[in-house]
Each structure stands twice: as structure tokens, then as C-alpha cells.
């Protein structure tokens, strides 16, 4: 500690409290000048200083301010604001800067983060849920365009009255998959497809099938085989369009979905649509006339 500072705290508490030997009381006599201190409602405010004599020091008198401030004196608070009034902030931190002041100490600037960016206690929110990147795995899920197989064979003619069969070729039957992901939360979206519906072309109402067909075998007896997906035209396709009939096929996919958290579901079914063409023509009957005399 400098020889000045102590000397110059000394004197000052010698003024301000007076000779212990002095038998009347008089006025509280004014600190020293060199200690910088001056007169407050509630007492002398006693300011010491010193002077640096380091080698090298241009010996500037420094003032160390007293800290106790009154009692019961509370810092005030400004947000710091820019030449357009606004608010200025902290780069990408959540909070703004402050300027402080209290009563016997010098102002000080500090950041203030706001309440949502403090100490953690409230927990972010994800920006998505399950169910949200369900439906967008739904409508980036890409069901396969149909593979539609008859028997009669496409290119070849069905007959009136015999049942033209339909089904799904073997490839397609199998569930598809889409999932997405963002962060911790995700979604699973698994497709399977369970049924054809056909439109005939010749104005008859609509055929749910209850399955996706069954494939025929050539190499078993037609009589020995049965499918729940067919069509039995009574009538020739002579004179449409390519001389075909125009069957629209559309194959239901259903979904559900698993989620992050245990969540899950069903989703609305998923149906996709191709056309095929049958050509049906009219049986011809082979008729045997014997010769006479033989």
C-alpha cells in the first residue's frame, strides 16, 4: 500500500470523528480536500486517492469511489438502444444489452439473455411432430403404376360369355416403404396393396375384387381354376376403338405409419390406375354336315 493513501485515509478519519479529548461537542468539521470527500444528507462520503510515483507513471491523480451505496437505493436499467431507437442485440443471442446503474459505483454495460434463452429450464419445442412428417412421407410414398396380367393374354381375343381373368403381376404385391426423419423426431410410412377394382369399358357398373387376383396357369385345366377378379363380356368389341374394350384397373394400396414416441396409425388408402385393353370376340361354331352316301 502507498505511504500517501495510508497517510491520507488517517487524517481523513481523524477529522470527521474529531479529538477523543475534546470536552464539548462541536460542528462535524469538513474532510480534508485531498481526500476528494464531500457532504450527503445521510453523512460525509469519504473519497481516498493516491498518487502513483512508479518510475515511468506521469503521476495522475486516480480516485477509487467508495462502494456502499444508501440503503434501500436500487440500480436502474436502460436497454441499450441504436440511433433508430432500436434494441441492440447480441449477434445471434437471444437477449439485448443493458445499461446499469447504482448508486456509488460507476455504470457498467451487460448482456441480459431473455427469458426462453436463460439457463435451459424451458425446453424448446420441436419444429415438427410424428404426425406431420407422416403425411409428408405419405405424398413422397410412390406406388409403382400397375402391372396388369389377363388371361386370355393381352393381344389376344376373349370370347363372349367366357370370363376374361385380371390380377396384379407377382413383382407389385410387395409393401413399399417411405420414411422421414428430422432430428430425434421421425415417421414410417409402410404401404401394402390388398385389391383391384375394374371398370369393364362396356357401361356395366364397377368390380371391387377382394384380392389381387389369382395369376392363371396355363399348364392346369381352365375348368380346375377359379379367380375372384374377372369379366364376362356378352358381347363383341367390334367396332370400338382398336376394336377393344378400354378397362381401367386401379390397384388400393393401404397405410399406416410408427412414429418417434410411440406414435403411430392408419393412413388413408393410396390408389393408382392403368388401363389395359381386351379384345373379346364372337365364338364361332363349327358345324359338320355329313355326305350323303358316305
Not at 37 to 55: E, I, S
Not at 244 to 257: L, R
Amino acid at each position: 500500500m502507498q505511504p500517501r493513501f495510508v497517510a491520507a485515509v488517517i487524517a481523513a478519519a481523524f477529522v470527521a470523528f474529531g479529538s477523543a479529548g475534546t470536552a464539548t461537542a462541536s460542528p462535524t468539521p469538513s474532510p480534508r480536500a485531498e481526500t476528494g470527500a464531500k457532504a450527503l444528507p445521510w453523512g460525509w462520503d469519504v473519497r481516498a486517492g493516491f498518487r502513483d510515483q512508479r518510475p515511468g507513471s506521469p503521476g495522475r491523480r486516480q480516485e477509487r469511489p467508495a462502494q456502499p451505496a444508501r440503503p434501500g437505493t436500487a440500480c436502474t436499467r436502460t436497454e441499450v438502444t441504436n440511433t433508430a431507437n432500436q434494441p441492440v442485440r447480441a449477434g445471434a443471442a437471444n437477449g439485448s444489452w443493458f445499461r446499469v446503474e447504482c448508486p456509488g459505483q460507476a455504470p457498467r454495460v451487460e448482456f441480459v439473455p431473455t427469458p426462453d434463452a436463460g439457463d435451459g429450464d424451458q425446453q424448446a419445442q420441436p419444429a415438427v411432430t410424428p404426425e406431420q412428417l407422416a403425411q409428408r412421407a405419405m405424398r413422397e410414398l410412390r406406388p409403382p403404376t400397375p402391372q396388369i396380367e389377363t388371361a386370355p393374354p393381352q393381344g389376344s381375343d376373349a370370347l363372349v360369355g367366357r370370363p376374361v381373368w385380371f390380377w396384379v403381376a407377382p413383382s407389385q404385391r410387395r409393401p413399399i416403404t417411405r420414411r422421414v426423419q428430422a432430428g430425434p423426431v421421425f415417421a414410417q410410412v409402410v404401404a401394402t396393396p390388398r385389391e383391384i377394382r375394374l371398370e369393364p369399358g362396356n357401361g356395366d357398373r364397377q368390380r371391387s375384387c377382394a384380392s389381387l387376383g389369382t395369376p392363371f396357369n396355363p399348364a392346369l385345366a381352365a375348368d380346375g381354376q377359379n379367380s375372384d377378379c374377372f369379366v364376362t363380356y356378352p358381347r363383341s368389341s367390334a367396332g370400338l376403338a382398336n376394336q377393344a374394350y378400354k378397362v381401367t384397373a386401379s390397384v388400393i394400396w393401404y397405410a399406416s405409419w410408427t412414429g418417434s414416441g410411440g406414435t403411430g396409425g392408419q393412413l388413408p388408402p393410396v390408389t393408382v390406375t392403368t388401363s389395359v385393353s381386351v379384345r373379346v370376340a364372337e365364338g364361332q361354331a363349327l358345324v359338320t354336315v355329313p355326305t350323303p352316301g358316305k
